[in-house]
Nanobody, 120 residues
């Protein structure tokens, strides 16, 4: 059993900041990669940022320089610091984890999502 608990979403004015957290727990041997995705109404889910087991990061062009992804390996927790928020950042943000379960194989798991709303 695996669980991803997201927190930190909310309503903020344009130019403001929010920090999202995603805590993983359960039958996890190793986390290969964690990432944040978002889905706005009427649009497809898109990648925001990912961070690998080795600490490499990758960002969508639209958030480069404004968002920072990080992780605490000891806590199996990932963060997304979002600065300079824009109305177009409004979406449901989902945490994703690619991992090795304790019983072997490869797993891919999604969180329930957290709403981020940026007012103009």
């Amino acid at each position: 059993q695996v669980q991803l608990v997201e927190s930190g979403g909310g309503l903020v004015q344009a130019g403001g900041s929010l920090r999202l957290s995603c805590a993983a727990s359960g039958t996890i041997s190793r986390i290969n990669r964690m990432g944040w995705y978002r889905q706005a109404p009427g649009k497809q889910r898109e990648l925001v940022a990912v961070i690998t087991y080795g600490g490499s990061t990758n960002y969508a062009d639209s958030v480069q320089g404004r968002f920072t992804i990080s992780r605490d390996g000891a806590k199996n927790t990932m963060y997304l610091q979002m600065n300079g928020l824009k109305p177009e950042d409004t979406a449901v943000y989902y945490c994703n984890m690619n991992y090795v379960p304790t019983f072997g194989g490869i797993g891919d798991y999604w969180g329930q999502g957290t709403q981020v709303t940026v007012s103009s």
